[in-house]
């Protein structure tokens, strides 16, 4: 799911609101990670998604990082024509499928295997076979049921959504319960997340950083009006006017404010009343709360080690030796206390990199004056101004 066109929107029109950034700077941070996007990603060729969470948490550890993971609840009414398209697609995929390994099944019923022609007809069914199965991805309740024990044993904190987890994650940003989102889907930032990780890899240490005050400022809009502008870009839930283009979308926003206003200087099918004020409440996340005795439940868990070894070696592919390496690696660092540079490097990438921490979670303002006690810092950085949707 995403906003269409909005990241390359944003790359054009706020220089700053997007920055490349070690994950050093996240430091001690809690994220709302978006477990089943990165589920897709891992599952993507057919392979287990078990090695990619846990190389996915082995990164967390290793900047002592506190992931937690939001799994998707039921999507709204709205997204329904969406579904119905998605599975028109997958269904196509499968009878595309059947359509080559019956082909296959008939060139060798015929027994010209080694004529040179049939083996380039072979050699190109077998492709196109490849790359249509790794296409076609469902996440079943068993593989949600296998992730989730991987995190218990791992003592990882999830929590299932009521709705769309990148709605959730957002939320919990706002409300102060986590620093950042981790999501590749552009409704994170869409839903009004203060900060937004994208292009997490196991394989790198830098990360896409999305910052909304500053995006807001750059584009010298509200969040409001950023809304409208996400709505009338087109969405999962409501498709783009024909022949609206992302920039006259954003030159409307920027000149007449709201979709109400536009539709009186434009032609385009838009939105009506009700389905404005429906949209607007799903990206404003008004219908979401949070449960603060499951939050606290979550961030109370603890790991086995053994049931964990012991999991890997049945599910994973990854061999014992790395997974002990690995476990060694994640778990023997809890118990490692933080020196006075770890904290004082701590302070200062977070003052280098920039990034309006100090106006996200007020809890870490408390924490600011306590470090720097300790470190003997004297001047903190200017906050950056908290806009009126963080709650």
């Keep these: 799911m995403g906003i269409k066109n909005l990241n390359s929107l944003i790359e054009t029109c706020s220089p700053s609101g997007i920055q490349l950034c070690s994950l050093t700077a996240f430091r001690g941070k809690k994220v709302a990670v978006d477990a089943n996007v990165y589920l897709y990603k891992y599952m993507y060729g057919k392979a287990t998604p078990i090695d990619g969470i846990f190389f996915m948490v082995n990164k967390f550890k290793k900047f002592h990082m506190t992931p937690i993971f939001v799994f998707d609840g ?36 015929s027994g010209t295997g080694n004529d040179p022609d049939t083996t380039m007809i072979e050699d ?9 199965e790794r296409r076609l991805i469902y996440i079943s309740d068993e593989i949600i049921h296998l992730v989730k024990r991987l995190f218990d044993m791992m003592g990882v904190s999830y929590i299932d959504s009521p709705m769309e987890a990148e709605h959730l994650c957002a939320k919990l940003c706002r409300a102060g319960y986590v620093d950042a989102v981790v999501s590749e889907d552009m409704d994170a930032i869409a839903c009004g997340s203060p900060v937004v990780l994208r292009d997490f890899s196991n394989r ?3 990360i896409r950083v999305y910052t909304m005050q500053r995006i807001l400022d750059d584009m010298g809009i509200t969040y409001s009006m950023f809304v409208d502008m996400c709505i009338l870009l087109g969405n999962d839930y409501m498709p783009r006017a024909r022949g609206y283009t992302p920039d006259m ?31 607007r409440t799903l990206l404003n996340l008004d219908e979401i709360s949070i449960s603060d005795e499951e939050w606290t439940r979550q961030l109370r868990k603890h790991q086995d080690l053994n049931k964990l070894k012991e999991f890997m070696c049945c599910h994973s592919t990854i061999d014992m030796d790395t997974i002990s390496n690995r476990v060694e690696k994640m778990f023997s660092s809890d118990a490692r206390r933080p020196s006075a540079m770890d904290i004082r490097q701590k302070v200062e990438s977070q003052v280098e990199s920039r990034l309006p921490w100090f106006s996200i979670t ?5 924490e600011y004056r306590t470090i720097r006690g300790m470190t003997g810092l004297t001047t903190a950085p200017s906050p950056v101004a908290t806009s009126s949707f963080v709650h």
Excluded: G, V
């Design 124 to 132: 190109d069914l077998r492709q196109q076979l490849q790359q249509n």
């Design 74 to 109: 039921k999507p709204p009414c709205e997204k329904e024509m969406t579904l119905q398209y998605r599975k028109q697609m997958k269904n196509r995929l499968e009878t595309r499928i059947q359509e080559i390994n019956h082909s296959m099944e008939q060139l060798a019923i």
């Design 249 to 279: 979308i954003y030159s409307d926003i920027c000149q007449h404010e709201t979709i109400e206003q536009i539709k009186q200087t434009r032609s385009f099918r838009l939105p009506d009343e009700y389905q404005c004020r429906r949209l």
């Design 362 to 366: 007020p809890r870490i303002h408390n």
């Design 204 to 206: 790198r240490d830098d």
